[in-house]
């Protein structure tokens, strides 16, 4: 059974309609890639996901549960963590104190996200305000992690930083995906490094799943087409 469910979703801010009929399936432990050029729904469909924005078509099931008037915060109570794109991370808080702040039980605690981002330790004490774009992210998803959740969203989380924090990225998600259960959602428009963590591939187009199915099986006519400038 699906972990996620998103069938023939249609949503809207206020009067203008974003998304048509979106749809996505994700289990335990897979990662799937949400591609498509700017503008076409990416960021849409993750508030659906997280229920910051309310599907006013199809539906929404996660883990069995129909999603459709949950809100935000029950989303993440039942498993859903979120890297926001932009990353953020509280300015006045520490490291530590923006870990622990929406922390819950479970085998991700400080200690297992110091592992993942050592930086994390040795700012520990700092105000994340104070980090770098590439530690504010490792702190975004340290954050995300120490939820617990059964389902773990990356919003663009390599978006503007540099190439060797990019690949420290990259690799944490490829450890993430061989060493837990954890289901992974990846925005992202880099298809090498997708290619090496993706298990299935979502693509958009104007607000609708134009093509969806193993990452392999995307041809380089089908990333002209929907992925190209």
Known sequence: MSLLKLAHISAFYGQSQALFDVHLDIDDGE???????NGMGKSTTVKIICRML???????????????????HKAARAGIGLVPE????????????????AAR????????????????????DQKSGTLSGGEQQMLAIGRALMTNPRLLVLDEATEGLAPVVRQEI????????????????????????????ADKAVILEKGTSVWSGDFAALTPDLTDRYLGV
Do not use: Y
């Open 170 to 197: 990259w690799a944490a998600i490829a450890r993430l995906k061989a060493e837990t259960g954890m289901a992974i959602i990846v925005v992202d428009k880099s298809l090498k490094e997708l290619g090496k963590v």
């Open 31 to 37: 990662v799937v890639a949400l591609m498509g050029r």
């Open 105 to 124: 039980p479970g085998d991700w605690d400080f200690a297992a996200v110091a592992a993942l981002f050592p930086r994390l330790k040795e700012r520990r």
């Open 86 to 101: 932009g990353r953020r991370c509280f300015a006045d808080l520490t490291v530590h104190e923006n870990l622990i702040a």
């Open 54 to 72: 309310r599907n006013r078509g199809g539906s929404v099931v996660f883990g069995g549960q129909d999603m459709a008037d949950w809100p935000a």
